[in-house]
């Protein structure tokens, strides 16, 4: 579907997150626990290595940035791992720049979000993704770049 | 109502377009056709032209620059065209500008939204708008050039 | 898809009026100004000299009456302006009657009906037309033409 | 408000009923009793000439009828009762018309529908309509006639 | 169905009105007027008058009060024209209190309850009222009596 | 139940069509085909004929017409197959008229209307109606006939 | 939890009744049989007697009356028997007052009320008591009494 | 389709009834009559021979069961008459089972549905179904058959 | 209404335990105590033996199982008390299966379901009980027996 | 508006407290602290000392009571501190109190309302008041009260 | 709970106004007055001034912005003034930044919401604020100041 | 928290299929691809022996089975995958199971559940569940094994 993955360098894989997750570690670790967004970052890039992708990892309070970095995903990565935080569930503009792109995209979040507030049971850019892992922790993060990684060797 | 008409210039109208909407042409064409922003851009400039008006095409997507766009309207423009994209569902922030500033603003949509899913019925900005034009292709752009102008000439 | 415009003759539009717009201009001048049917009707015949097609321009207050002339349009129209008044928001015989003929059309409100009441918001339709004007009052009619016009043009 | 009551002329109510009014003794007594629709004519010419009012009584189970009706009584009549049967729940279109004529209406429910479907529960004419009176059976037509007389009087 | 009305006295009937009505014709007048209570209780004892009955007019704030007048109603009047109030909307406790004593009722309202808040369109004791009369100001008293005198008169 | 089956002639049945019927095999043959409403009228008759029955087949796109229609079965008819198209979702009015008639009669749709959208779920008739036969295409009125002439059979 | 149960006196239960209870046996004997609220009170002193309890029986149609019993029961009771009638389905101001005693309650309804109106499915109360017994008439004033009792003996 | 109907032997059809349909004949006579189960199956293969089919009707009460039957006729059956019981309005899995083996099948209830709980108005299987008839008693089976035996006729 | 209770034998009542029943004890003792269905069995024994009626005491996770069950007991027993556990909410066909039998049946919840998740508040076996008890721990069993035997004696 | 500051006497508040609120302190100190409502009493009337301004401060478990010390409030009070506790979550009468009476009134909650249960998420009366204030605990009291008094200085 | 307040440093309390708040007294005076933003900001300081504390107050249009400056006030400052504007009704991500930064925020809205669109009645921030003030103008932010004051004194 | 993992066996993980997986790959291609459930059962035995860990891969159709199944894995499984088909959109007994058993489960889909029909996006197991994996296909299981088999290596 895209040319992101040439012979020598390693297809590159957007991991986005979106609100609050830069507090990570740091606030209400009854539901997050005391990992840090660094942590879970040096995890995607130990596990991407294993895998034969390379990670861009990043983190924005902005909505729009988000939709900016999906659109610019559209030329320069092979998938996309999203975190969208509290957008997941308002964010149609986000899910309509996942469809925009074509990228295909896993969404992940760290707490099971379907034990949680009514409203966190929707999410718009769930009807974009290819799938979603949810209540896994950091972990879920891994198994969103192995499915990645997976339907590249298959495609 | 506003003074942005003087004789020797002709009034301006900021059209203003939301997320993904820089994505025209390459996304969806089932959708939306295979006419990029910048064709529609030159469709406003060409029908500006003949209805003696002048336009300030712009687009992002960052709800607080529309917003923004939306306040510097009122010392800046005489009308509004407003394509708000995802926001048009969402965003109580951008029909709360067009309130506050008071230039008259017609909405505008691509595609007939009343089609395609539940979520994209509703509008908060067409609160506070003259008027809703959706369906028509980019041609509805220029329709609302045309109303905007009509409502000028009136006033 | 019809053989409603050959080489002589214009192509006809059918302007459909639904219940209570005979009153036009008689009644709650707040909401639709003091302008009449047959003031609309002048402008439409007029509009339409200058797009090059014909209007064959009509009210009933009878839903069946709707839906017969819906009907006749498959074999005698190149499109529909529909202004299908207060059954906008009841008759799925409507909706299904514009589905059945295939005839190309769009509807228009004379008001913003999204600004009136919750019941208003709804259109059976809209969910069959080629895209939607409203709020611009008897210029929507206009547009509407012009629309249509250029659609001919073009297919 | 209108002419309808010159010096030597009684003025003239309109007396409307709608679909299925015509089977009315005919039809489920145990809700609507023996009386035929006759009966409540002859009840209403009957109050009528106490109250020094006319009486226009008529039925039709078409809404585009009952819409013409009323349209018609903005020039003849000084005030309607009116019992649209089973449109009551369903007919913008009647409700825009009595808006539209500005006579004063009253609406008329010979079973307390308060007590039957969910559906029954909601009327679309009592939202322009002076009032409702609603399982007083025939003498509900009455007290209709004797309340307009009452505010024909009084203005 | 009760022995309230023998030979000799008149049949009493109970007008019971609900909370604020005390405050009529001092608030809200382009809602409900400049009539006050003591207007409506004199105009139902001179109607009552000429119909042959009784009136025991009542007002209080206390919803338990107004289930208490209710039962007492039971062995004392022939029936009740009640105007709960506010407590017409919420009050479970006096729609059982009318079903339990089994006295004709009719619940009256002097403004049309239908054209205001949406949680004013529901009743309770209208489930188990004989019929309902609203929007037509205290004359509604008067035909709500003269509506139970009529079924005082035919059992 | 009714005396419309005397020794000699056939009992009657109405086979009642609803609105935009008359475009059938017309209009949208992915969702019914390529039989016309002629074809179907031709399949009655001959069902009919091997159930000894007769059939008065007819179509109107005006909800008042199939009213008056229903009204005249109850004097004219042994029983009623009734597709009410778009009607069947809106109006009470055809449902009154069936109970107050009180002519058995079954309700037919061509396509299975479960499987589309939401507003086809619900059927006004099918409260007034022995029964139900959706999807089954034209064989379904053949079915609905055999049902009835059961019924006549065995009452 | 409470004082209330010395050695030489029974622990004392309060049996609280709402609105309309008064009327028991003379009302819709159909619903709710002819036994009166006097027979349940001696029902109730009888059971008690053989459970080593006393019970205080009392009924209100006043909503702050039971309130103020409810909080009285705070110092005076060991425990309540509720059956709030109408207010049930309506009074969060019992709830709290229930939560605010601490006093270990149990809901009574002599009908049962899942198989009533739907507004009669809902309680307040519940949410602030032990238990509910609902359907076994004036047996569940018994059952609910040995329950408590059987909490007593434990606690 | 399938190849369950070769020259020599009849097409097989399953006939599947749901919980409690045993008991039909011994249960609420005034919803079902006084028809066994038996007299079903009887009537069944009276009509199927007939037709020209074969038919294996079956009962049970347990889902699983009736799931495991739709999966057999995958390989076994021609086409379903299926009467789910109250499955049909609470089971997901029997729709997916319909959809998963792709036999043709109709759904069948005895009473008219639509006139009884709210509950009972929606259908799982209906989704899955070609058609479906309700309210037409033992009779709706054999249409059901006809129907089925028509399409294999065509096919 | 049943046989099931001659003079020798003591009446039987079967009592009826739902999914998950078997684990209690087991599990969640914050919401259900350390109390295991053995020993609710054994109660259940002793309190039928001074009532005078014999217990049979069954637990099933299968909703089929169930029906089968209640099926049974039409001609096996005098009575049902039944925890149908997560079914109460979900199943309508044990709701069929108890309107089918004409059993009368008590419905029993350890817990105050009222006072759990939303799905929990609804019960359909409810609709086909003779009354409900909740909240009452194992001790609710008991009482429903007693209902259940008072009931016997008086019929 | 009124007349109740005369220049000698300071103006008089009434701070009124529905039901359960007498039990301040008493109840739930997890939700309401132990401050008793005698302690919030004593804080009033300190800080009315400071803002120039006298207060009457009153409590009822009665609805119409407080509808009835609202009432007096018309001609006897400048202002109106309200807590009306549970009724501000289903009292309609209180709202229609307060709107009749016309005293500038603050609703006032000790808790974070938004953040309990959802029912308690509505207020009647916060649509008759001047503001609400909420979750600030019994400084909420006092701020109403500077509010008020603000107010009264800049009338 | 924040080291923000030093012994010789007053704590700073962020005062954060979400999006159009920077057109106050430009917009719409018939709601909002004609004090604007900056007038707003003096009041602050100047009532910061007699309470020991200090202000930062600022203004964005974008959501991202104000998720940024709370999470900064979890370091920064020792309490939060949030008026969000219409990100109120919509933004889960400021909820989720005021729960993940822990410092203690109320709400504050000029007009009186309750009284305003449904859609402005619900607040994310209110989920996680210590109480909200609406209604009260300008001198709401006054009243949070002194609240968040009084908390940093007592804790 | 369980002894199912002794030193020389391997921990053992349930892998529960629900209703209609037995026809995977058989079924629906383009919504579940051409792969059998047999084929997942290989992946998943592949897997788990990387893993270090031991499956037992189960089917069934019956709600009750699945009951059964995880209230065996109580004292036999370290771990439950759970894909439960429709009974998850259904199914209170299956995560009323998992609560009582507390062996940790993670719920799979092979399809993007969210993409499909609205009733499929609820899904009871998984408020009892530690997370979702969702739209991976048969690479779900896989991914679902390698959680549970780090959580059992934490724990």
Known sequence: MTDASPSSTPPLIYVLNGPNLNLLGLREPQIYGHVTLADVEALCHQRALGLGVAVSFRQSNHEGVLVDWIHEARTEAAGIVLNA???THTSIAIMDALRGTGVPAIEVHLSNVF??????HHSYPALACVGVIAGLGP???????????GRLKRS
């Open 85 to 87: 935080g509290a957008y």
């Open 139 to 149: 972990m879920g993060y891994e198994l969103a770049l192995e499915a990645l990684a």
């Open 115 to 120: 034990q949680r507030e009514a409203f966190r």
